[in-house]
């Protein structure tokens, strides 16, 4: 059986020589068709912007990054402080559990325009929208964590005189951890998402923002770039919170 570091070289190449066929078919569609540059430009001509324009770029992904990242971690905190309170009370969970379900009703991206209107065009409605758009997936896979945890672990827990409050901490907290790190995995997709909806709603800075710039200008090629530029970071938070997920699972196992 291979090792885990031979399995991720594995699939470091098989993702490489998957980009690598998605370049090459893009590119021979490009030419075969010659397609104008202003319509679908090519991935050379897109790196060639990416690299010309990497100052611009750059200070755009900035200002999203800083967005993502405070939305995950507000986001998580949140969700997971929700998840505790309602596992915590049961007259809580009758009470909020159906109205969260029910704020899912609302499309999110309905509110982006009221939370420029709140917030104003800066971080903040950015945040708040990441926030709001993995709050509920962050909240709910805790909490459905821990509500599912093995009968014989809290059996055994009340027969050493258990609290409530010890087993929510000691054995339902632990054995949630992977359904949290699975909400974590969520977050870390769609938290993007909404930080860029956000921006093209209403900002003045940020990877959508220059999108939607790129775009009014016509120049393809550079909102191409800052959307590759936005999928490798996307990427890399998924992998990053992967390893963080896998580190919560096999700490459940060892406290199991």
């Known amino acids: 059986m291979p090792s885990p570091r031979e399995q991720a070289s594995r699939r470091l190449r098989d993702g490489v020589a998957a980009a690598a066929v998605a370049l090459a078919g893009w590119q021979a569609v490009v030419w075969l068709t010659e397609v104008p540059p202003y319509i679908l430009p090519g991935p050379v001509r897109v790196a060639t912007t990416l690299l010309a324009q990497y100052q611009l770029i750059a200070h755009h992904a900035a200002v999203t990054v800083a967005e993502v990242l405070l939305g995950i971690a507000l986001g998580t905190l949140l969700g997971g402080l929700t998840a505790l309170i309602l596992m915590m009370s049961r007259m809580a969970l009758r009470l909020v559990l159906p109205v969260l379900v029910f704020s899912q009703a609302v499309p999110v991206f309905a509110l982006a325009p009221l939370l420029t209107l709140w917030l104003g065009y800066g971080l903040g409605s950015k945040v708040a929208m990441a926030v709001l758009i993995i709050y509920f997936p962050v909240a709910s896979s805790f909490l459905d964590g821990l509500r599912h945890t093995e009968p014989g672990l809290l059996e055994m827990g009340r027969s050493f005189g258990a609290t409530k409050r010890q087993l929510l901490l000691r054995i339902r907290v632990p054995a949630a951890l992977p359904s949290f790190g699975s909400g974590l995995r969520l977050a870390a997709v769609y938290a993007p998402i909404g930080a860029v909806i956000g921006e093209w709603v209403g900002a003045s ?18 909102m191409f770039a800052a959307l590759i530029v936005l999928a490798v970071f996307t990427l890399i938070l998924h992998k990053a919170v992967g390893i963080l997920a896998d580190r919560l699972t096999r700490r459940a196992k060892g406290l199991a």
């Open 205 to 222: 800075q940020g990877l959508g923002y220059l999108m939607l710039l790129a775009n009014g200008r016509a120049k393809i090629d550079l």
